[in-house]
Structure formats: C-alpha cells, structure tokens
C-alpha cells in the first residue's frame, strides 16, 4: 500500500527532566497511511517521545506538527489561550492508546465510545453511536455494547479503548505499549487488531516490546537508545540485519533466547528474529 503525505513531523525535540536530558534533538516523520514502531530498552526516550508528540509532556526544545497544525515548544511561558487551541487541535488529530485503558468505569463500552466525539468534537449522538457501533464491529466487541468495564477482561478493555479511538477518527493512532499491562493469554487478541489495522493502512505510532508483531506489522521500525534514534528502517533491515551495533547489541539480548536465526544476505549470521506465528509470544522484557 503506497504511502501518503507527511502527517506528523518532530523536529529537534529535546526533553530534561531537571537534569536528566532524556531526548536529544529527535526528528520523526510519519506519513499517511504508514505504521511506525518505537523499539528500545526501558529509558531509552520512546515512551516520552511519543508523549511528546500531543503534549503530554512538552518538549524542551523544538516542534510538532500534526496535519498542518505546528506547536512550537515553549515549556518556560505560560500557555496562551492559542498555545492550548493548537495543542488541542493537535490532541484531536492524534489518538493516544496507553498501557492502563483508562475507560469510565460508570459508563457502559457504548457511552465510553461516544463521550468524547459528542462533548468535544459536538458530533450529533446518532451519528457518534453509528460510527461507535462500526468500530466496535471492527474490534469484535459489538455485543458488549451495553456492557461495563467491569465485566470485561483486560483484553476486552484495550480492545474497547481502540475503537473509542476510532471513533474520534484521528489523523493517526499512538500506542504506549499497549499490551504491557495484559496477561499473556490476552496478549494476541489485543495485536490482531493492531495488525489489521496496519495492514488496512491506519496511520500509527507505536512503542512496543514486541519484537515478532513489530516485524510482522510494522512499514518502519525506529530504534531509539540514550534519547537519540540510533538507526531506523523496513523491520527485515532493523530487526534482522541491523547496520549499527547498539541495536544488534539490543536485538540479542531479547531476541537470542529461544530465537531462530535467518540467514544473512551478506555472509554474515543475521540477527535472529522470533517466530511471528504466535502472537503475544516473544515478548521483549
């Protein structure tokens, strides 16, 4: 599927936190209908950089644009009643996915989808429940329409936080490692519509720990260490004949256990790549 626009553009994001210099002059670019994994160890920035991108933590230095609206950072000024609008423009343009699913426990899988399209976007609730419902389809949740939270297994829940998502119909989709807080058994229900998703030509960000759904998914894997991209590209060049030695340093200390090799092109051992056939297995701690 061919690529689009440019929908989302960091330029030189650098983030402190007191003293602690946790992103280091990134620049990413997204384009339309592309899915981008964030791969890394724990505190290598990835996280904060997709933060960074709805300003949910702002950048120290340098700016985000998302379709045509462009935030410079300017974490030292109180915010101007135009610096929130464009942050809040840019919040509706980029759906934002987390570990926990945050879902309203009073309200049932319906009311949690049309919340936010009736009260922040002001779309009539016939039309917020029509586009809820085909979501929820999507999702394979639509007889859980009526249920709450409460009764759904964690699986169920990332799935319903999805198709809320959706039915914001955001430029594109952020995911925060969004199967971290699951059972493994629930783990691949969650993937398979992340996976569909990619392969329908959703736009999407993801920060992940899952190296086979990353290779299987992914149009780009982006390899960050020590707040700077170290080495981006395909995932058959970044997670199986990676160029730099930082990410085959990374790949196989959570790719050699119970890895098998592919062969290199280049008459060298390629790094080793999990199985893709079983979802939610191979898990990068």
């Given at each position: 599927m061919a690529l689009g626009e440019v929908v989302v553009s960091a330029t030189g994001i650098e983030k402190y936190f007191g003293e602690n210099h946790v992103l280091r002059g990134v620049d990413l670019e997204v384009r339309e209908r592309e899915t981008v994994m964030l791969i890394g160890r724990s505190g290598s920035g990835k996280t904060t950089m997709l933060?960074?991108?709805n300003f949910l933590e702002e950048p120290t230095v340098g700016s985000v644009e998302i379709d045509g609206v462009r935030v410079e950072a300017d974490p030292l000024h109180q915010r101007s009643r135009a610096h929130q609008e464009q942050i809040r423009q840019i919040r509706l343009r980029a759906g934002m996915l987390f570990q926990d699913f945050n879902l309203f426990p009073?309200?049932?899988?319906?009311?949690?989808c049309i919340e936010a399209p009736t009260r922040v976007k002001g779309l009539p609730k016939g039309q917020a429940v029509e586009l809820a419902e085909s979501f929820l389809g999507k999702v394979?949740?639509?007889?859980?329409?009526?249920e709450y939270p409460a009764r759904l297994s964690g699986g169920q829940k990332q799935r319903v936080a999805i198709a809320r998502a959706l039915t914001m119909q955001p430029k594109v989709l952020m995911f925060d490692e969004p199967t971290s807080a699951l059972d493994p058994e629930l783990v691949g229900e969650v993937l398979q519509v992340m996976e569909t998703l990619a392969h329908e030509g959703s736009t999407m960000i993801v920060v992940t720990h899952e190296m086979s759904f990353a290779h299987e998914a992914a149009d780009r894997v982006v390899f960050m260490e020590g707040g700077v991209i170290v080495e981006e590209g395909p995932p058959e060049q970044v997670l199986v004949e990676p160029n730099q030695e930082a990410t085959r340093q990374f790949l196989r200390r959570f790719l050699g256990r119970g890895a098998a090799s592919v062969?290199?092109?280049?008459?060298?051992?390629?790094?080793?790549?999990?199985?893709?056939?079983?979802?939610?297995?191979?898990?990068?701690?």
């Open positions: 933060r960074c991108l009073h309200m049932t899988v319906l009311q949690n394979g949740l639509l007889e859980k329409r009526d062969p290199g092109g280049t008459g060298e051992t390629a790094m080793p790549i999990l199985s893709t056939g079983g979802r939610g297995q191979g898990t990068a701690a």
